[in-house]
């Protein structure tokens, strides 16, 4: 039995498509998944084009997957406690911790785990069990690997983003809460700030701001709850500036989410934030380079907290899954894009140019 691949062999250079030979599961615990849908992330792009120090080469890109059981070795339970079963419809956290080191045993955060990798990041598709990424018709999931019955009938491409955009998301607003009646402002108007949109109106919060540059994007996040949107290219920074203290009162925002991923979002932001509030950076996923700030006038004086957001980890994949199920239409919207397997260099293009809000690809 054999697995289709598009696989990653030279940065900057369309992927190759490949048939790789689907091992015996060696492991107890290993899963065997036909892969139904995967997402296309903004950080696979950078990747492509090698800007991404974890990235090995070849490899098979995609950390987002959705799919069906094929075969367990011995017994496997997904997180609820259920064994898996042949048939099964899966999601699964897209991050494994050792679950042994300090960061997982003492201080409890496995998303800062020293020996955590990543399916469709860090790991390679040279060495057993060769098949670690979503773009493929199979995945092999490994032993300590988190996995989430789905419920029937549930569309897969509307899941996909759950486990990274989604749970990242959850982390940020887990590290700089949301109170009934606060205002917020996200910048990005990306799968990140849509999912900030929703948990931001999930929170109860008053005014609910996005700021980009996609009119596309900003209609998407107006459409699942957004007060307020901005477009970045119409306005100056000053404007933005009163714009945003208009819409609060003149208080500024309680919590400002950075979901762009750009220094120049930061050193705009962070003036966003007031007295005493949060700046919550949950943007960068690479190296994107660096910011200046005013470590008086910006952050001490006003009392502000800068709040890194550092991927996920088991528990934010659920509250991202639980908030997607209850909110399935308005996550629809935000998939833009379907493309076949074979498609998989132009579904990066799309997500490269920002022509695609979330692109997805579903295996023949």
């Known amino acids: 039995m054999k ?14 498509e490949k048939e790789i030979k689907i091992p015996k599961l060696q492991q107890e615990g290993e899963v065997l998944v036909r892969i139904t849908a995967s997402g296309v992330c903004g950080s696979d792009a950078y990747m492509w084009h090698g800007h991404d120090p974890r990235t090995p080469l070849p490899i098979i890109l995609g950390h987002e ?3 069906e059981v094929v075969e367990v070795k011995g017994a496997k339970k997904s997180i609820a406690g259920r064994e898996l079963k042949s048939g099964d419809p899966i999601l699964w956290h897209r991050g494994v911790s050792c679950g042994k080191c300090f ?4 201080d409890k955060e496995p998303s800062l785990c020293s020996n955590r990798w990543v399916y469709g990041i860090t790991r390679g598709c040279d060495e057993y069990p060769y098949l670690l990424g979503g773009y493929a018709s199979h995945i092999i999931l490994s032993p300590n690997t988190d996995i989430f019955h789905l419920p029937e009938n549930v569309s897969p491409e509307t899941l996909v983003s759950v486990s990274c955009s989604g749970s990242t998301t959850a982390h940020a607003f887990e590290l ?13 108007p990306g799968p990140l700030g849509i999912y900030a949109v929703v948990m931001a109106k999930y929170s109860g919060a008053d005014e609910i701001i996005v700021i980009g540059g996609t009119e596309k994007r900003l209609e998407i996040c107006r459409e699942v709850g957004a007060t307020r949107v901005i477009n970045r290219h119409k306005t100056s920074e000053e404007e933005r500036q009163e714009m945003i203290l208009e819409y609060t009162r003149g208080r500024g925002a309680e919590a400002v989410f950075e979901m762009a991923g750009s220094p120049a979002a930061v ?3 962070i003036h966003y934030v007031k007295k ?3 700046y919550a950076s949950a943007g960068f996923g690479e190296p994107r380079g660096t910011v200046e700030l005013d470590c008086f006038q910006d952050i001490g004086n006003r009392n502000i907290s800068y709040q890194g957001v550092w991927v996920s980890d088991v528990s934010h994949t659920f509250q991202a899954l639980k908030i997607a199920l209850k909110y399935q239409d308005l996550f629809r919207e935000m998939v833009t894009h379907v493309f076949s397997l074979s498609e998989a260099t132009q ?5 490269d140019k920002k022509e695609a809000v979330k692109a997805v690809i579903k295996p023949e």
Request: proline share 4%; net charge negative.
């Open 65 to 67: 997957g959705v799919g």
């Open 176 to 188: 700089a809460p949301v109170k009934f009646g606060d205002n917020v402002v996200i910048q990005g």
């Open 276 to 278: 005493g509030g949060t």
């Open 347 to 351: 579904a990066l293009e799309k997500m």
């Open 3 to 16: 697995s289709k691949a598009m696989v990653l062999t030279e940065f900057d250079q369309p992927l190759t």
């Open 267 to 269: 050193a705009e932001g």
């Open 103 to 106: 960061a997982c045993k003492i």
